[in-house]
Antibody, heavy 118, light 110 residues
Framework: QVQLQESGPGLVKPSETLSLSCTVS????????WSWIRQLPGKGLEWIGY???????NYNPSLKSRVIISADTSKNQFSLNLSSVTAADTAVYYC????????????WGQGTLVTVSS | QSALTQPASVSGSPGQSITIPCTGT?????????VSWYQQHPGKAPKLIIY???KRPSGVSNRFSGSKSGNTASLTISGLQAEDEADYYC??????????FGTGTKVTAL
């Protein structure tokens, strides 16, 4: 059973880069898409972007200029870098898997809260 | 891309059926049969309960069902139980090869 676990700093300063990793256990990254999704405090969900195991990516147009998603399949990990963060980027960040470019996010990681503050 | 529209809250008595609508556009919900629904309990990660409009993952109760008509998808919970109290989000693939989520609905069992 595949499990995902996010990791990274819980506090990031304004204007700096938020960096998170997602470790995949219990299965391979091959032939799947891997997404980052965030949830602002008390708010809904926002898709950030995905990476296919082969390395192709696609990002939410509203965040595209600040996002880079990369993967290291040898470590079964993929990562999120979000640059020039502000308080508006404070959120719980989730990683998730989807079997095709079209379909459902399943499973999800447990999520990690990142606060942007000086 | 704008979020899909869901009512902020829906409530029902235990045992009743409730339906949560999720309204989008022809560029997302109306254009693809790739609508999924997620259940989120407080402090927990979202859990997939419906995908491809009406398919249920293994292990999900058959009290949950999904449908779609035009630009509106719907989630129905039959025989509402206390454990169903949670936030529910719809999601759809879009023409931009991106994904959009709904605004979320809080379900309360009265």
């Amino acid at each position: 059973q595949v499990q995902l676990q996010e990791s990274g700093p819980g506090l990031v300063k304004p204007s700096e880069t938020l960096s998170l990793s997602c470790t995949v256990s219990g299965g391979s990254m091959s032939n799947y898409y891997w997404s980052w999704i965030r949830q602002l405090p008390g708010k809904g969900l926002e898709w950030i972007g995905y990476i296919y195991y082969s390395g192709s990516t696609n990002y939410n147009p509203s965040l595209k200029s600040r996002v880079i998603i990369s993967a290291d399949t040898s470590k079964n990990q993929f990562s999120l870098n979000l640059s020039s963060v502000t308080a508006a980027d404070t959120a719980v960040y989730y990683c998730a898997r989807h079997p095709t470019v079209y379909e459902r996010f399943d499973p999800w990681g447990q999520g990690t809260l990142v606060t942007v503050s000086s | 891309q704008s979020a899909l529209t869901q009512p902020a809250s829906v409530s029902g008595s235990p045992g009743q059926s409730i339906t949560i609508p999720c309204t989008g556009t022809s560029s997302d919900v109306g254009g693809y049969n790739y609508v999924s629904w997620y259940q989120q309990h407080p402090g927990k990660a979202p859990k997939l309960i419906i995908y491809d409009v009406s398919k249920r993952p293994s292990g999900v109760s058959n009290r949950f069902s999904g449908s779609k008509s035009g630009n509106t998808a719907s989630l129905t919970i039959s025989g509402l139980q206390a454990e169903d109290e949670a936030d529910y989000y719809c999601s759809s693939y879009t023409t931009n090869s991106t994904y959009v989520f709904g605004t979320g609905t809080k379900v309360t069992a009265l």
